[in-house]
């Protein structure tokens, strides 16, 4: 079964008597490496005619002037139509599967008496979590015109971001358009591959939507990785220190690795092995050591600001290749404080014979990672409480319990007044009642003829638990003792 998506260039120029080269990029799994691949002409946006397949079918209409490739290894295959006819023009498709009804690219070819060729897309792979450079081609080196990275799709391309600071939000952290070099080619760095990141781009300078010759690129992130999902995330407090174990490929020869800060598609180089050291991080950050073995270096600082907070990248570069990746630093205040209900407060890590004055926060468990020195270690934290700064001293739990119990001090001693006097009712009726049962033992005493004392008594009883008043009717008795007897 064919899988995920295909995606393509969804135009073409050529020239009569020329020839067009165009490819579809499909993702690298085992059923679209080994399924049928083909090309077809639509007619009147009804049928869609083969002109070519990898079964082994060529229309004879198109002998000997067009040429299909596949290239399982990279997710492409490519059609090649020569001799190009005005008749030529119209809109194709390039597909996968046994019928059209799988996946498939629609795209216009447009045949002139006088047009460029287009460029074939350079063919781009990473891997899952991994990272990958693309390379632009050089321009004007004294232009001051922005540098722009986009991914095209069926109604143009859209723009993922650009050097006056635009950056697409899944992208984030994760990309870097270099400076230009001597020659005016630039990189586009990208970390944190993710299977979405698939597809057609283009990357160029000047006026976005503009550029008279875009270079294409077509990305492919292969699922099938070894690489580990590393935590994006590190956690210390103002006045801390932390150390940050970044990775690279151990079989690559690396001329020099760094670490620099991130901010809206920049990246500002902090420190490297060559010795350099930004002057606002001076006594504050060094490259402690490297594992050329194991493909890991160490990055130590020290001293930390609440303004260190933000995105830092690694990397590791062996001429134009670049192996990157990132991750987010959050500084921590020693104390402070929230009224909201859902933030909780953050202590200093300190013994204190004063009890705690912060309130008592909704408790929503947040996994944190700490990662130092290469160990990872996850603990359940209240929301915004980092890894090993946050305590609980026993005065707060005995303040916290002792205002719960202060709440619940009026509603019983409620409950124990009402006790009080039920049980002060009930035996001043147990009373009248026995007075009354002496009035008639002795009057039954004096008239032997009424019967036996026990008939006599069985119908008093048996009125007496049919009468016995409620509670409101007792608080009457008390007030008016002489009404009820």
């Known amino acids: 079964q064919v899988s995920s998506t295909l995606y393509a260039s969804r135009f073409l120029t050529g020239e009569v008597g020329g020839l067009v080269t165009h490819q579809c990029f499909y993702p690298i799994t085992s059923a679209n490496r080994h399924d049928r691949k083909y090309w077809c002409k639509m007619v009147e946006n009804k049928a869609c005619f083969t002109i070519i397949s990898t079964t082994g079918y060529t229309s004879k209409s198109y002998a000997g002037r067009v040429s299909l490739q596949d290239i399982p290894q990279n997710g492409t295959f490519t059609f090649t139509m020569t001799e190009l006819k005005k008749n030529d023009t119209g809109t194709y498709r390039c597909g996968i599967g046994p019928t059209k009804r799988g996946l498939h690219v629609t795209l216009n070819l447009t045949v002139t008496a ?51 600071g635009h950056v697409g939000r899944s992208y984030q952290g994760r990309i870097f358009i270099t400076p230009r070099d001597s020659s005016g080619a630039f990189k586009i760095l990208i970390n944190d591959l993710k299977k979405e990141d698939s597809g057609l781009y283009s990357c160029g300078t000047g006026r976005f939507g503009s ?79 490297s594992d050329q073995e194991n493909g890991t270096y160490t990055v130590v600082m020290s001293h930390l600001r609440e303004e260190d907070a933000g995105w830092y990248w690694c990397g590791a570069k062996n001429g134009h290749t670049e192996h990157t990746s990132s991750v987010k630093l959050l500084i921590q205040k020693e104390t402070c404080s929230s009224k909201d209900p859902e933030t909780s407060t953050i202590v200093k890590p300190a013994l204190s014979t004063r009890p705690a004055t912060h309130s008592a926060p909704t408790q929503r468990p947040v996994t944190a990672l700490t990662y130092t020195a290469g160990i990872v270690t996850a603990s359940t934290l209240l929301p915004t409480a980092a890894p090993s700064t946050s305590v609980t001293s026993p005065a707060e739990i005995y303040h916290k319990s002792s205002s719960r119990e202060s709440g619940l001090l009026p509603v019983v001693l409620s409950a124990l007044i009402l006790l009080i006097v039920i049980t002060i009712t009930l035996l001043t009726l147990s009373k009248i009642k026995h007075w009354k049962e002496a009035g008639e033992e002795r009057s039954t005493m004096r008239n032997p003829e009424e019967g036996p004392v026990q008939a006599a008594l069985s119908p008093v009883k048996e009125q007496m638990i049919e009468e016995t008043p409620h509670p409101e009717e007792n608080q009457e ?8 007897r």
């Open 477 to 484: 008795c008390k007030t008016d003792s002489v009404k009820c």
């Open 114 to 164: 006088d047009s460029s060729t287009s460029e074939p897309a350079e063919v781009v792979l990473g891997e899952l979590h991994g990272s990958v450079t693309v390379l632009c081609p050089p321009g004007d080196t004294l232009s001051s015109e922005k540098r722009f990275w986009c991914k095209v799709g069926t109604t143009g391309c859209t723009l993922i971001a650009d050097t006056s």
């Open 211 to 289: 550029w008279d010759s875009p270079h294409m690129v077509a990305l492919q992130v292969t699922t099938a990785s070894v690489l580990p999902r590393r935590p994006k995330f590190l956690s210390s407090t103002v006045g801390g220190s932390l150390s940050v174990k970044c990775h690279y490929d151990p079989m690559g020869n690396y001329e020099k690795k760094y670490l620099c800060r991130w901010k809206e598609a920049s990246c500002e180089l902090l420190v490297d092995s060559a010795g350099f050291v930004h002057k606002s991080y001076k006594r504050r950050i060094q490259i402690a050591n």
